[in-house]
């Protein structure tokens, strides 16, 4: 493990519990140290570039990808976590503390450069945002006069324009995709109330986690063999070793960029 902090076979069941959203408390009370022991070994995943480390050949990159934003508690104020996700992994983690198209976009361009450092011709055919449809729900819930209601019931009714997408017939039609992992986030948000370190520390924790939930194995299921160990595993189709924080780490080899 980085900075010598332990070995894989002995950090591997308290990491997958972490990824799980197990409070740190309860990590400290069965697995011993101290909750900043295990908050920095979260924070030291999250050094690594999230899109190297998960999609190990260029041909993994997804051609469809879903965003969206979290909101989270940060500091005691109000923050948002910039979302990307594709094919059941989390591709990109960004905290900001506005949910603004000018924050969003920033936040989006920390994924873009970990893509373009491997492969700078590489463009989704398709983004499913979900932010209209979030954009019509804050809006009826607000007094408009009449003009303004009238301009937006025109945009309501240009949704034939808004098939366009429809026509990809591998692309994400609803924000399902990302949705499921953001509930996941939540969890890691209920079990430790919030972030509360600062923008890097909160932010380096949050890409670490999102390493985790990339490369934890999969559930059992009885009397049900899986062709794959992971979501990392299936979206790559590369597993170098059957201990799963052990793969994560030499995914993460080179930072990610061994296959560069």
């Not at 900001?96 to 491997?118: H, P, R, W, Y």
Request: hydrophobic share 35%; aromatic share 10%.
């Amino acid at each position: 493990m980085p900075a010598f902090s332990g070995t894989t076979d002995e950090l591997e069941h308290p990491m997958e519990l972490l990824a799980h959203g197990v409070p740190l408390w309860l990590i400290v009370k069965v697995f011993g140290h101290d909750e900043m022991f295990w908050l920095r070994q979260e924070q030291r995943l999250g050094r690594n570039s999230i899109v190297g480390t998960t999609v190990q050949t260029p041909e993994a990159f997804p051609e469809h990808l879903a965003a969206d934003e979290h909101h989270a508690h940060w500091r005691v104020e109000k923050g948002y976590i910039a979302t990307t996700a594709a094919k059941g992994c989390l591709l990109g983690v960004a905290l900001i503390d506005q949910a603004s198209d000018k924050s969003l976009t920033e936040a989006s361009g920390v994924f873009q450069k970990e893509v373009i450092s491997l492969d700078p011709s590489y463009k989704p055919e398709t983004v499913n945002t979900g932010r209209m449809k979030a954009f019509r729900k804050w809006f009826e819930s607000k007094p408009w006069s009449q003009s303004i209601s009238e301009m937006t019931a025109k945009l309501w009714k240009r949704s034939s324009q808004y098939r366009q997408a429809f026509k990809h017939d591998d692309c994400y039609h609803s924000s399902n995709q990302v949705d499921r992992l953001m509930n996941r986030m939540t969890r890691l948000m209920y079990s430790g109330r919030g972030l509360h370190g600062n923008h890097t520390a909160s932010e380096r924790r949050l890409r670490g986690w999102a390493l985790m939930v990339n490369f934890v194995p999969y559930a059992h299921r009885s009397n049900v063999q899986r062709a794959h160990r992971c979501p990392a595993h299936q979206l790559s189709n590369k597993c170098y070793s059957e201990n799963w924080l052990e793969n994560l780490l030499v995914s993460a080899s080179m930072n990610g960029k061994s296959w560069v």
